[in-house]
């Protein structure tokens, strides 16, 4: 029953996404990252740094062109609190689009250099997010709403390809010991940290928000 509910409701939102021309992620955002013109060098760099972030992403095969009915269930697994499900379509994505040999210990070196450029391009979005809340009185609702419509999306792409590095972590333990993959289990942990770090930018950009339309709220 729950899962019918569930299928019923994103079947709903993916016709309002649809119907909105593929809104973001977040039914806050108004745009999509990148398809306003920015006022504010800052965010100019929020939406320079989530562009090169998805572009990255997607050129490894670590997250794919999401349809309007994946964003759909994306955003109601977001709703009840679950994180991104781990695909093992996604490691065999990211496998073949990045032309990965598991069994191969050169591989390792390739997996952890991804890694770092996901934490890293994570880390450049937060920093983002956060200079422009820096800005604060020259912000309009408006840009609130589309710099957390920004954030939310980084965050669930973020998230995506942090299971798809936990799929390739599992499948590597077939292939080589666990010496071998502590390196790249330290930079997994950073990936953690970064997404939760975009969770927390996207929260405080939601309270930016609901302070604007309503002062009072402190």
Do not use: K
């Not at 806050?28 to 006022?39: D, K, V």
């Amino acid at each position: 029953m729950i899962a019918f509910r569930r299928a019923l409701l994103a079947i709903c939102f993916c016709s309002l996404a649809s119907a909105c021309a593929s809104a973001p992620i977040s039914i806050a955002a108004s745009s999509l990252p990148g398809s306003r013109a920015a006022s504010t060098p800052a965010q100019l760099e929020l939406d320079r740094a989530a562009d090169n972030f998805t572009s990255s992403l997607r050129a490894r095969g670590l997250v794919r062109e999401a349809s309007s009915m994946d964003t759909a269930m994306r955003w109601m697994n977001q709703l009840a609190g679950q994180d991104a499900e781990t695909d093992a379509s996604g490691l065999t994505l990211y496998v073949e689009t990045a032309e990965l040999d598991l069994t191969a210990s050169p591989t390792l070196n390739r997996i952890a250099i991804h890694l770092v450029e996901t934490w890293q391009g994570a880390a450049a979005i937060d920093a983002a997010s956060r200079a422009l809340m820096v800005e604060g009185a020259g912000l309009s609702r408006s840009d609130v709403t589309d710099a957390l419509g920004t954030v939310e999306s980084a965050m669930a792409n973020a998230q995506t390809a942090q299971s798809v590095f936990d799929a390739a972590l599992l499948e590597l333990t077939t292939y080589h010991d666990a010496e071998a993959l502590d390196g790249l289990r330290v930079e997994r942990d950073l990936l953690a940290l970064r997404v939760s770090d975009l969770r927390d930018r996207a929260d405080e950009l939601a309270d930016l928000r609901r302070q604007m339309l309503n002062p009072s709220i402190s």
